[in-house]
Each structure stands twice: as C-alpha cells, then as structure tokens.
C-alpha cells in the first residue's frame, strides 16, 4: 500500500506528523508522503516515526500555486526538507498566509461572523492558516451542518471568507521541488475548474516545465476521474501518482489504505524508486 499525499496539522491535518504516521501504518500503508501545505517541517517527526512502525517515509510537501487566475496544487515528493530555496519560498508563502487569514476574517466580519481569526488561529496552534482552519469553526458554531457544505456557503469564489490570493507561479513550484531533488505531481486535476482545452494547456505546460506526475487515484477523484486522468496522463507521457488527501477523521476525502490500484496503463510515479521497490509493498 503506497499512499503519497497526506497531511498533518503541521498544515491542515487533525493528527501529529507521528500519529499520522502511526494512522497510516495500522491502516495498512507501507509507504507514505507527509506532504503538508507550504511547510516541510513535520518531516524529521514523521522520518522517527516512521522508523518506529515500520514503514517508508517519503519527503513530501503540497505547495498553492495561481496558475490562469485558478488555485492549484502541486505535490512535491523526494524533495529534500533542508533545501535553503525551497525552505526561504515556503516561509514567505506561509507570511502570506497570515495576511490572508485576517482579510477571510475580514469578509466573514462583513457578513455577520466575528471572531474568525481567532478561532481560526486557536485551531491552526503553530501552524499554517487555512481556509481548513476557518471551516472548523464554522461547522463549530453551526453556519453548516459539515465541511463540506461550509465551503460552498462561506469559503469558494464569490462568498464572503473568500480572499483572491495570488500564490506563488507553476514555474516557481516546479523550479523549487526540482531544484531540492524531488519530483513535482499535478495533484488532483479533476478538482479543478478547468475545461478539456486549458486541461491540455496546463498539462503541456507542466511537463515542459519539468513536472513529472499527475495523480490519478486521489481521495478527490471519482473512479470515472481515475480512468479520464490515466488517459491524460497517458497522452502526456507523465506518470502517475496516487494519495488519499488524508486530513483526519470527519475532515478527510477519504480514509487511509483504501486506495484502489493504479490503472494498468499508468506508469508509476515510484517506477524507478529503489527504495520503494526493495520492499514489498503488496
Ligand atoms: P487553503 O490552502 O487555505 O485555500 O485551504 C485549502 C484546503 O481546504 C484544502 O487543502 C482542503 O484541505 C480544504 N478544502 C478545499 N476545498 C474543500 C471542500 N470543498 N471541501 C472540504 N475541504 C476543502
Ligand atoms: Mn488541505
Ligand atoms: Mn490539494
Ligand atoms: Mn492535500
């Protein structure tokens, strides 16, 4: 069981980097990628965790990116967590971050809500400020029954905790996990607002820039979405990555170790891995 994406509340997560890793392996993960939001720094807990139960730790992290206008994601993964780049962009993406909080406070101010911020930033503890953070405290306080619905009321385009954030460039995101030695993954195309034609765009963009993978199996896929992106990634000749998206119980997409297998034309994005591949993974 490889699973290559997954947070810890060093970002947006319930659980410790350790107890996340400790999750994992009793759900039957052998392999993991920590890949916070815009942060490395729950790796070294995760690495000893990892060691503890067992199981393969890989480097990950999963950086916001505007690219068109749009939010996307890209996964980094064999990135290394110590790289000065990388490390000095993401401390200014996370400063950004604060910035943005306080006007989604703002907005939800507007509409009647008080005390965001601060619910949001008790939640958050040390860690980043995400639009996560903020929909806890509103299903806390009732505004929606579930996260899920919180978001469509109070936090997309068009709704009053909704701040248009400018996040760093694709071509910076792909520069920084590349330059660090990792591999840069499209994460979970199929959540964008994209149509077939800028899909194409991006997806020539990406690889020309150096990307590598995009996932296929991700907890925010349907399993007609594995089928369209195996054939995207097909015809890119990109291969393809797979991850629950795990966040915590109640907050996530999906629960660890349920991942169904890669279709059978995907290239893996662990193809080449040796570490991965000296242990059985099955
Ligand atoms: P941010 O990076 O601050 O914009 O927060 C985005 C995070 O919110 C994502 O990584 C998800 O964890 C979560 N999220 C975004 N959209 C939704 C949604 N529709 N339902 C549940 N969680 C979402
Ligand atoms: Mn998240
Ligand atoms: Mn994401
Ligand atoms: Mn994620």
Known sequence: MIDLHSHSNISDGL?????????????????LALTDHDDVDGL??????ATLHGIQLVNGVEISVTWKKRTLHIVGLNINPEDRGLKSSLARVRENRLERAKLMALG???????????????YAEQSILTRMHFARFLVERQYAKDTKSVFKKYLVKGKPGFVDHEW???????????NSGGVAVLAHPGRYDI?????????E???????????VVTGSHTPPQYVEYAKYAQLFGLKASQGSDYHGKGISFMEMGRLPALPSNCTPVWQDWAHINAIDVN
């Open 15 to 31: 659980l410790s980097p350790a107890e996340l890793v400790e999750h994992a392996a009793t759900h039957g993960v052998r392999v």
């Open 44 to 49: 070294a807990e995760a690495r000893q965790a």
């Open 108 to 122: 939800l101010e507007k509409a009647g809500i008080q005390g965001s911020f601060e619910a949001a930033s008790a």
């Open 168 to 178: 760093m460039s694709l071509e910076s995101a792909v520069n920084l996990i590349v």
């Open 195 to 203: 149509r077939r034609t800028n899909m194409l765009l991006l997806l």
């Open 205 to 215: 963009e990406f690889r020309a820039l150096g990307g590598t993978a995009i996932e």
